[in-house]
């Protein structure tokens, strides 16, 4: 038995520790566990002091891990990984009174995740529930990392890592405008008047930008880009005020419904239909809970169509349609 270790560090001090590796920052480690940052400075030095060695050093404004740091994050990986395994198997072993389910989802997918881990969280009360919003690379690299239990995304990933994926519900793309919008109320607006107008997109990697792109290029049309945004309540708040139309998920004004600030046009070529997907990585492990919880999710997909339909009539024809030409899957092909 590591006799010192185990009377001199705690486990406190090494979650800390990984967090500030993992994270690259004292500051968001501190954010992540809800410590002050004085607090997450003294559980390092006790740390530190426990070992023997230094274990981060300064690099310009940057901190580092020492070589002993190195060897005690692996270590640590390691730990809490066999850790996480004796807590789902305890999970399963009480069935579903009590557990926990960790959810990775992409900054678009806040506006559905929330809705189905409430309806899940009334059956199952006792389930404590996390959930990390944050973009596209950010959801890798915590996949990479088996941070959480499972991933939502509008696309999984291919080439980053081989994963499992299931489609569980419709995502349609619309093109919205500020209400006063003299487009708004038109019918079958062409594509080529949309690319005209000033537009709000996505930063460079968000996966409804690359669909937005793609679908103007191959018109050969280029959108008249006025700016750029890293979040959709930005762009919900830019098209509000007028400063230009954009394509977005019609999940982001699911809350204020067809009677908001914000408009859908009737534009040629859309909706987009693209899928909602949950995702974990190929031969992961599911708790009971993960696995209860897909399940769920994949049951609830009529009731988040059903509730769409019902703010944006128009969509049903065109799930309809798409349903009548391509008979939906419950389960995406493995990547």
Known sequence: MPDYLIRHATLRQLQVFEAIVRLGSFTRAAEELFLT?????????????????????????????????L?????????????????????????????????GVITTAQYLAPEILGEFSKLYTGIDLKLKVTNRESIIERMHANEDDLYIMGQAPQDELEVESYEFAPNPLVVMA????????????????????????????????????????????RPNIRMELGSNEAIKHGIAAGLGLSVMSLHTVMLEG??????????????????????????????????????????HEPKIRKRMQTMWPALRLVLDNKKKTAPRKKRAAKK
């Not at 060897?71 to 926990?100: H, P, Q």
């Not at 046009?265 to 708790?287: A, T």
């Open 258 to 299: 067809a009677g908001g600030p914000v408009a859908i046009l009737d534009v040629q070529g859309f909706p987009i239909m693209r899928k909602w997907f949950i995702v974990h990585p190929k031969g992961k492990e599911l708790s009971l809970v993960a696995r209860t919880f897909l399940e769920f999710a994949i049951a």
């Open 37 to 69: 940052q004085p607090t997450v400075s003294m559980q390092i030095r006790k740390l530190a002091d426990a070992i023997g060695l230094p274990l981060f050093e300064h690099v310009g404004r940057n901190v580092e891990p020492t070589e002993a740091g």
């Open 178 to 221: 500020p209400r006063n919008h003299p487009l708004v109320g038109k019918k079958k607006i062409p594509l080529a008047a949309i690319a005209e107008q000033p537009f709000i997109i996505r930063e460079p990697g968000s996966g409804t930008r690359d669909v937005t792109l793609r679908t103007l290029d191959a018109k050969g049309l």
């Open 71 to 103: 060897e005690l994050y692996e270590t640590c990986k390691l730990m809490f990984e066999s850790l996480a395994n004796l807590e789902m198997k305890v999970s399963d072993l009480k069935g579903l009174k009590r557990g926990r389910l960790s959810m």
